[in-house]
């Protein structure tokens, strides 16, 4: 990767060469206009450069048509920028359902990640190539901002809630990753790799990964150290709203909003409980705001959302992450 | 547009340069233009304070429209006869501003001053409640920082609408003070004999200085005071 | 404009206009109206605002180029609000952010 | 717009030393105590050419640090501390000020036919304000500086940083309210103090972008106050406000920063495109093409700058469909900035155009900024901001516009009027080679950077991986002879004050009202306020040709 010096980036994501289309597009109606402006000036100031200090040209006054055609004629040209870019953009946002679940925590000048099934790296983030992959990412102090340029993939990363990307590798290798948002003194230190790898690679490398248990169990673990259980059961004596099947379903507000619950809403519920009250039960809930880490908070919602998507099985054990044969891909 | 000056054809006094009135500034061609410069002045420095109070008032949107519940609940803590009482204040002393200009319009000298000293004391008194107020809140511990408290859940949600309270009122209080002292220049200017009806332009001016804090009151006051007023 | 000279009962009367508007507004925030509230409130508080504007700062009779300021004023802390909202209130509306 | 008064008689050396506004009063209180608009110009020519080269001493470092991939000439803390202070004091000491409160104040008066501006004693105040504020910076400068960008993105600035913040974040607020009393100043003045008959249809092009730069400074500036007013209080009481930990919203932050920031580098831009109108005009010999819609295409930056800011958020968190709003708001914003570049290009159509040394800076204004404009598209198009935001390709962009843009457009109108600012002609064989070196240096310094950008190469990074090398020292050592290029224009500008030949009233044959004063013109600038007849522009005798 160290060949010389690249005047252009790899295109090692499904997003990559759709991004760069767009770009040469750009680029492409950018040059003509560049070129069009600078040679009528160069050919008006030698055409009609001025020969005797005497000299007076004729007055022209201006055409009402040329100045609407070069007003109409760039707006719709940028409306076809904005279309395609707005198109991308959604792509972009929209991670597709079935993508490997990823969490990032930023904290300052590292980046701590924690793959589904438990295992922990720093800096670095393994992935199989051809399988999408959905980061959901906070961090702990500041803004920070994961970026990989060879995926064309940037997020910034706010504290106090989840932002969320995902990318799709197409091409095996190691890729950088850089924090995009200044983020204090050592911003240009907190840099990692992406080490796309082939499935069968990837699932040797999770298998010899530290063995910990999944995110979910870690959370299972966690919802019973703090007696969470205590309010939030599926039987009578609740006084908090019951979990189970929560992620995803639409909940009903104290002051008569409604919202669907995701992530963000779920770890706002744990560190701020009654910023948005479920109707029908009580401010109660203390908060847990500096209780539990953000690695604890991920494996919280890890825990919730496995309670949602396959039914209630009995906490502790999770269900198993489906595999689905990762056949080679064409890039989209 | 308001350049309606004097026809082209008579530029005679604009090149006498000191004789016009006293009050005739070098660079000005009539009084009438001198006094049209000044109230657009005042008026483009005013939409300067709006775009000001603006940044404010946006943080309050934004979050009252966020912790809607929090804000009820923290604004009820809110001494609204006091706050009540105060916008009455401001709206006398805007009369006796309104007033006190005309007096100056009018040649009315001792009217001017007797109206003048009224606004500045109407101000004063808008102060002492203002002062009042925030002796409760410090004395209730609502005061946003490491001695804040708060009772019931939504004491994180309080502190920012405490932060927005003091920033907004501590702000118009300071606009306040200023205006304050700008009367305390006219008052001096104005024992003197200096404004009459030929020239009362910084009296005119200043009056509209000081209805325009009237103004940003008018709308501090229900944002902050009335909106908790109705949830039991 | 400021050779219009206004006489003092028009003053007056904008003066009794603000006090009553001010007990109409204080009273009426004790009425659960629900959202209304807000919208009572904020147009109470804009009348006053105008009718200060209008006489008090003699508005009324001024040049057509002050009126223009105010109004851009306004429409810019306009733009402020509404764009900034439009942010905070379409956060939530795609599935994910 | 020649006026009825007869202009005196076009003589090449004025025999007996004239009475003119640098010689009617001597001693250091008649310059501080100035009221009059062209000393108050000089005093900021003055302040503003310190924090250009104290500003541009910074970037040299930065430059010179990136060298290598390594960060082996500074540490990261410092280095963190030379970016901020470098794009604070270039952003708010150097180019905010620069043409309005030099150019602007010089000559927006005798453009119109005043005596001064509408409030003198404000304009001089504006000028102490800004010393003020510059006082508070240099104070942080030296006790250690601020390393939070000239951004000042919270929860960093508010609660991370060690730095001085709130000393810098009070020096802008205060210098803040500078730039609101220039452009109330300039409002006022140009709607109440025009001479008979100038109507505004009729006033030069120049005016029109200082009366649209006028409107931004005084709806913008009060936000960015307000806001560091509150970042300032926020860091001392530790409240909320924009501190997720205690339920604020760093977002929000960003819109009220952005709110005023967007229309910041369009009060840098537009009084540039001002003096290029101006230039463009003189040295075609021509009257400017479509004067009403460059006119109102410089109302139509103010206003739409306002609508775009969320363009610097398309990933901060900020919902995807306000995105879809300031992107294609974005794109409206690119057209009047088009509209110009190809009035001024037509202007040239059939004129006789002169290579003299403010033409050459207008060439480079147009060719420049016209890339740093169209590079604006690829950050207001979504899809391919996501990939270059925070990237070189964003410095560059920046650059083109601030540097390659506002700095030419200074320094050719400084060019321009230097005869009648000082009443002295500079040379002119030197100033045509430190204008090429100048462009030349410029775009090998951030030519590259487009490049660095797109392959990914972060802002602000202290050090960077190796495969950057290459491009960066390309960039460092175009950065040395743009340095090299503009300490030029400061050695022989100041020369000709001294032994520079003295300048007849109107050496470029220009229409202004301007020229129609001797040069350096005198204190009152007309001795009888003119009366004006003619339409803007009028170089050629015939009537005029509608073409097309």
């Known amino acids: ?137 906070t961090s702990e102090d500041v803004i920070h901002d994961f970026f990989v340029p060879a995926f064309r993939m940037k997020k910034d990363v706010v504290p106090g809630r989840y932002a969320t990307a995902w990318f799709e590798a197409t091409r095996p290798g190691r890729y950088h990753v850089f924090c995009a948002q200044y983020c204090g003194t050592k911003h240009s230190a907190m840099t990692g790799w992406v080490e796309v790898m082939d499935p069968l690679a990837f699932q040797n490398w999770l298998a010899g990964g530290t063995g910990s248990e999944s995110l979910a169990s870690a959370g299972a673990k966690l919802f019973a150290l703090h007696a969470c259980n205590t309010c939030h059961r599926p039987d009578s004596l609740a006084r908090g709203p019951n979990l189970e099947g929560l992620f995803g379903k639409t909940v009903k507000l104290q002051d008569g909003r409604t919202l669907v619950a995701d992530e963000n809403y779920i770890r706002e519920s744990i560190v701020a409980p009654n910023a948005k009250l479920v109707a029908g039960f009580q401010p109660i809930m203390p908060t847990f705001q500096g209780l539990i880490s953000e690695e604890g908070l991920l494996q919280l919602v890890a825990y919730i959302k496995s309670l949602s998507k396959a039914g209630p099985s009995p906490a502790g054990i999770p269900p198993p992450v489906k595999e689905s044969a990762p056949e080679r891909e064409a890039p989209k | 547009m308001a350049d309606a000056r004097a026809p082209a054809a008579a530029p005679s006094d604009a090149s006498v340069t000191h004789a016009g009135p006293r009050d005739l500034q070098h660079h000005f061609d009539t009084m009438e233009q001198q006094r049209d410069a000044s109230s657009l002045g005042m008026w483009v420095f005013l939409v300067t304070e709006i775009l000001f109070f603006g940044g404010l008032f946006l943080a309050y949107t934004v979050y009252r429209s966020e912790y809607a519940r929090a804000f009820a609940e923290a604004s009820r803590h809110l001494d609204i006869t006091l706050g009540t009482f105060n916008t009455v204040v401001l709206i006398v002393s805007s009369l006796t501003m309104a007033l006190a200009v005309f007096s100056a319009a009018t040649g009315r000298r001792r009217a001017l001053l007797v109206l003048l000293i009224a606004t500045m004391v109407l101000g004063g008194v808008f102060l002492g409640v203002k002062a009042v107020e925030y002796g409760h809140k410090f004395h209730d511990h609502l005061v946003p920082g490491p001695h804040f408290r708060f009772p019931g859940p939504y004491a994180r949600q309080a502190e920012i609408f405490y932060s927005l309270y003091f920033a907004m009122t501590g702000l118009h209080a300071a606009h306040m003070i200023v205006g304050i002292g700008i009367l305390t220049v006219l008052v001096l200017q104005a024992r003197k004999g200096r404004y009459g009806p030929a020239y009362y332009t910084p009296v005119e001016v200043s009056g509209l200085y000081w209805h325009f804090v009237d103004i940003v009151w008018i709308f501090l006051f229900p944002l902050l005071y009335l909106i908790g007023r109705h949830i039991h | 404009m400021a050779q219009h000279v206004v006489p003092p009962k028009i003053y007056f009367a904008v003066f009794t206009a603000l006090i009553v508007l001010t007990a109409t507004t204080t009273a009426i925030s004790f009425l659960d109206l629900g959202p209304w509230n807000t919208v009572v409130a904020l147009g109470i508080a804009f009348l006053k605002a105008t009718l200060v504007a209008l006489f008090f700062m003699h508005v009324k009779y001024s040049p057509p180029l002050t009126r223009i300021v105010i109004a851009g004023g306004l429409f810019w802390l306009a733009i402020l609000l509404a764009l900034t909202l439009s942010d905070f209130l379409t956060r939530g509306w795609l599935a994910v952010s | ?96 000020p620069s043409i309005p409160a030099v150019l602007g104040n010089f000559l927006i008066p005798m453009m119109i036919g005043a005596k001064d501006l509408a409030f003198p004693r404000l304009n001089l105040l504006s000028w102490y304000i800004y010393m003020v504020g510059a006082t508070f910076t240099l104070w942080a400068v030296v006790h250690g500086g601020v390393d939070t960008g000239w951004t000042f993105y919270t929860p960093y600035s508010t609660a991370s940083s060690n730095t001085h913040v709130i000393a810098t974040a009070v020096g802008i607020f205060i210098t803040g309210f500078s730039s609101i009393l220039t452009g109330l100043n300039f409002i006022v003045t140009i709607h109440t103090m025009r001479a008979p008959g100038l109507t505004w249809f009729r006033l030069p092009l120049f005016v029109w972008s200082h009366y649209a730069t006028s409107l931004i400074f005084v709806l913008a500036t009060p936000v960015i106050a307000v806001t560091l007013l509150m970042v300032a209080v926020e860091r001392l009481f530790h409240l909320g406000i924009f501190d997720p930990r205690l339920g604020g919203d760093p977002i929000l932050f960003q819109h009220l920063f952005w709110f005023y920031s967007h229309p910041a580098v369009y009060i840098m831009v537009l009084p540039a495109m001002g003096v290029v109108s101006e230039l463009v005009t003189t040295f075609s010999r021509k009257n400017i093409f479509g004067y009403k819609f460059v006119a109102f295409a410089s109302i139509g930056i103010a206003v739409l700058g306002f609508l775009v800011w969320g363009h610097h958020m398309f990933v901060s968190g900020q919902s995807v469909y306000a995105g879809m709003i300031f992107s294609l708001l974005s794109f409206l914003v690119a057209i009047p900035s088009a509209v110009k570049v190809f009035n001024w290009t037509a202007t040239m159509y059939k004129g006789s155009i002169s290579y003299r040394t403010p033409m050459l800076y207008a060439f480079g204004f147009i060719g420049l900024f016209t890339i740093g404009g169209l590079t604006g598209l690829f950050l207001a198009t979504l899809g391919v901001d996501v990939h270059v935001h925070d990237t070189y390709f964003i410095v560059a962009h920046f650059h083109y516009i601030m540097v390659g843009g506002a700095i030419m457009g200074y320094l050719g109108g400084i060019h321009y009027w230097w005869p009648k600012i000082s009443g002295k002609l500079y040379p002119e064989a030197w100033a045509r080679f430190a204008a090429l070196v100048i462009f030349l240096g410029f775009n090998l310094t951030f030519f590259p950077q487009f490049i660095l950008g797109y392959l990914g190469m972060p802002r602000r990074y202290h050090a960077y991986p190796p495969e950057f090398q290459v491009l960066n020292v390309m960039s460092t050592a175009g950065a040395s002879i743009l340095g090299a290029g503009y300490l030029m224009p400061m050695v022989y500008l100041v020369w000709s004050m001294r032994y520079g030949k003295a300048a007849p009233a109107n050496p470029w044959g220009s229409t202004g009202l301007e020229w129609d004063t001797p040069s350096p013109p005198p204190t009152e600038n007309f001795a009888v306020t003119p009366v004006v007849t003619d339409e803007p522009y009028h170089y050629s005798p015939g009537e005029v040709e509608i073409v097309g």
């Open chain 4, 1 to 96: 717009m020649s006026s009825a008064l007869v202009a005196p008689p076009e003589s090449k050396h004025p025999v007996e030393p004239r009475v003119n506004y640098l010689n009617a009063t001597y001693g250091v209180k008649s310059w501080l105590l100035t009221r009059d608009h062209k000393r108050i110009a000089l005093l900021y020519l003055a302040s503003i050419t310190f924090f250009f080269f104290l500003g541009g001493l910074f970037a040299l470092l930065i430059r010179l640090e990136l060298l290598t991939p390594a960060g082996d000439l500074v540490q990261s803390q410092t280095y963190n501390k030379l970016f901020t202070m470098h794009g604070v004091i270039m952003v708010f000491f150097f180019l905010i």
């Open chain 1, 1 to 137: 990767m160290d060949q010389g010096f690249p005047l252009f980036p790899q295109q090692a994501s499904s997003m990559a060469p759709r991004v760069d289309n767009l770009y040469f597009y750009l680029l492409a109606v950018s040059f003509f206009f560049a070129t069009l402006i600078a040679l009528s000036v160069i050919y008006f100031a030698i055409r009609y450069r001025r020969r005797s200090e005497s000299e007076t040209p004729p007055g022209v006054e201006g055409s009402l048509k040329l100045e609407v055609a070069w007003t109409v004629i760039p707006l719709l040209i940028t409306l076809t920028f904005f279309f395609w870019g707005t198109k991308l953009f959604f792509a972009m946002n929209r991670p597709p359902t079935d993508a490997l679940e990823i969490s990032i925590v930023g904290k300052q000048w590292m980046w701590k990640i924690q793959h589904a099934d438990g295992q922990r790296e720093i800096n670095e983030l393994h992935v199989p190539v051809g399988r999408a992959v959905r980061l959901t990412m």
